[in-house]
């Protein structure tokens, strides 16, 4: 009977060794992701908006008590330049902070928060024109306020969870927006290694997520009006 416990024991020892190989091969330098938000073409009629303002009040925090809170390797928390790219923490099999991962060099959570949002609005038949033109000086203001936009790792032991959080204020002239409402995107997938393609996966789906939230906002919003 010890033996055969032995012998399960080293099984599950070197499977949740694999497991913590695939998911911290490079767990701990600084990851680069690039998110695409598909650009659907503008309504050719109909109230035109613009995005006026899009502020990133997500608050970072140097060693957090909770993986979701966001935060940086070498505690580059007050580094507006890291802050404004970075999008997910990596962890060890411990839960150990690591490395992070942010988005290219020239794109920010600004633009792709604003990329989101006009995809949305677009999507639900709603016009969303960029500054130089026509119309507008005449185009409705949408201002925007990131509220959460993180990925996150939690260990497990046979596989790893991989969370997306973002939550983003609105504020327009559509219904429960003009107090500011919010629109949200929240998942978790499990996978056995957190890679590259896991962790764009998943930021994938919640961006989906929070396509879909405030599509369907938007869509009641209008008809309210």
Same mark, same amino acid.
């Given at each position: 009977?010890s033996?055969?416990?032995?012998a399960?024991a080293?099984?599950?020892?070197?499977?949740?060794l694999?497991?913590?190989?695939?998911?911290?091969?490079?767990a701990t330098?600084?990851?680069?992701l690039?998110?695409?938000i598909?650009?659907?073409?503008?309504?050719?009629?109909?109230?035109a908006?613009?995005?006026?303002?899009v502020?990133?009040s997500?608050?970072?925090?140097l060693?957090?008590?909770?993986?979701f809170?966001?935060?940086l390797?070498n505690g580059e928390?007050n580094?507006?330049a890291?802050t404004? %790219? $970075?999008? +997910?923490r990596?962890?060890?099999?411990? !839960?150990?902070?690591?490395?992070d991962?942010?988005l /290219?060099?020239g @794109?920010?959570?600004?633009?792709?928060t604003? %990329? $989101?949002? +006009?995809?949305?609005f677009r999507e639900? !038949?709603?016009?969303?024109?960029?500054q130089?033109? /026509?119309q507008? @000086?005449?185009?409705?203001p949408?201002e925007?306020d990131?509220?959460?936009?993180?990925?996150?790792m939690?260990?497990?032991?046979?596989?790893i969870?991989l969370?997306?959080?973002?939550?983003v204020?609105?504020?327009t002239?559509?219904?429960?927006?003009?107090?500011?409402?919010e629109?949200?995107?929240?998942?978790?997938?499990?996978?056995?290694a957190?890679?590259?393609?896991a962790w764009?996966n998943?930021?994938?789906?919640?961006?989906?997520?929070f396509?879909?939230d405030?599509?369907?906002?938007?869509a009641?919003?209008?008809?309210?009006?």
């Amino acid at each position: 009977m010890s033996r055969w416990y032995s012998a399960r024991a080293a099984l599950i020892f070197i499977a949740a060794l694999g497991l913590l190989g695939g998911a911290t091969g490079c767990a701990t330098s600084r990851g680069i992701l690039n998110i695409h938000i598909p650009s659907p073409a503008n309504p050719t009629s109909g109230v035109a908006y613009k995005i006026v303002d899009v502020k990133d009040s997500r608050s970072f925090e140097l060693k957090p008590p909770q993986p979701f809170i966001p935060s940086l390797k070498n505690g580059e928390i007050n580094d507006r330049a890291i802050t404004s %790219r $970075a999008i +997910a923490r990596k962890r060890n099999g411990y !839960g150990m902070a690591l490395g992070d991962i942010l988005l /290219p060099e020239g @794109d920010t959570v600004q633009d792709l928060t604003e %990329r $989101a949002v +006009a995809r949305a609005f677009r999507e639900t !038949g709603l016009r969303v024109i960029a500054q130089g033109d /026509p119309q507008w @000086d005449e185009a409705t203001p949408v201002e925007v306020d990131i509220q959460q936009l993180w990925a996150w790792m939690t260990p497990g032991f046979w596989s790893i969870g991989l969370d997306f959080d973002m939550r983003v204020r609105i504020k327009t002239d559509l219904g429960f927006f003009q107090d500011g409402d919010e629109a949200h995107g929240n998942i978790q997938l499990r996978t056995q290694a957190a890679g590259t393609r896991a962790w764009l996966n998943t930021i994938n789906k919640g961006l989906e997520e929070f396509n879909r939230d405030l599509k369907s906002k938007l869509a009641l919003a209008l008809n309210e009006k």
